[in-house]
């Protein structure tokens, strides 16, 4: 785990509007994350970002908790953060109940215990995260046979939200928390 960077907020210079996001954090995680401590320096933009993942982590949400985490993994691979790989992990571990599925997603092409729907979605996730996107025909036809056209919207969107994410925390170099601590290696590809 790398030292966070000295340019990234102490929590006791978070405003405010943040503090009862950083509690939460502390109480849940051990500790204030550390886009939470960059993104300090931007509360409103931290609150559009944060009101984002919140509708699409909602109950209600189209795509089930599991896929939602499996999807953000995959993309925080891809985007090759640290951070993300470490909590989205942590996530998809904690919601699938189990760790094969956290160790084989940069593998998924390869591991049996993917469902079909999981594969679609893995495939659409990592054309959809290709610069320039690589969604041909094949793909949307495929994604057609497993979910509706509002879950291809919100699986789209939170592809592109966790593209977002991921690739601020990337640039900027926040390091991963070892928040999954069972999930030791960071295959990016």
């Keep these: 785990m790398k030292e966070t960077p000295a340019w990234v907020a102490p929590v006791k210079s978070l405003p405010a509007s943040l503090k009862p996001i950083a509690a939460m954090q502390k109480k849940h995680f051990g ?12 509360p409103r933009l931290f609150w559009l970002v944060a009101l984002f993942v919140g509708f699409l982590e909602r ?5 089930s908790p599991v896929l939602r985490s499996l999807l953000m993994t995959r993309v925080s691979q891809l985007c090759r953060c640290d951070f993300c790989i ?10 699938s109940g189990a760790l ?16 079909d729907e999981e594969r679609v979605a893995l495939a659409y996730a990592e054309a959809v995260t290709a610069t320039p996107p690589q969604v041909d ?5 495929a994604l057609k046979r497993h979910f ?20 601020f925390n990337a640039a900027l170099d926040i390091p991963a928390q070892g928040l999954c601590a069972t ?4 295959p990016h590809v």
């Excluded at 500790?31 to 931007?42: D, E, K, S």
């Excluded at 109950?59 to 795509?63: C, G, I, P």
């Design 31 to 42: 500790a204030v994350l550390n886009p939470t401590r960059w993104w300090g320096r931007m």
């Design 59 to 63: 109950r209600s949400a189209r795509l």
């Design 86 to 95: 470490d909590a989205n992990s942590l996530r998809l571990a904690e919601r």
């Design 100 to 115: 094969d599925k956290v160790q084989a997603v940069s593998r998924w092409q390869e591991a049996s215990f993917f469902t």
């Design 137 to 141: 025909e094949a793909l949307k036809t």
């Design 148 to 167: 509706t056209d509002d879950v291809i919207t919100e699986m789209t969107a939170l592809i592109a939200f966790q593209n977002l994410s991921a690739r």
């Design 183 to 186: 999930f030791k290696e960071k």
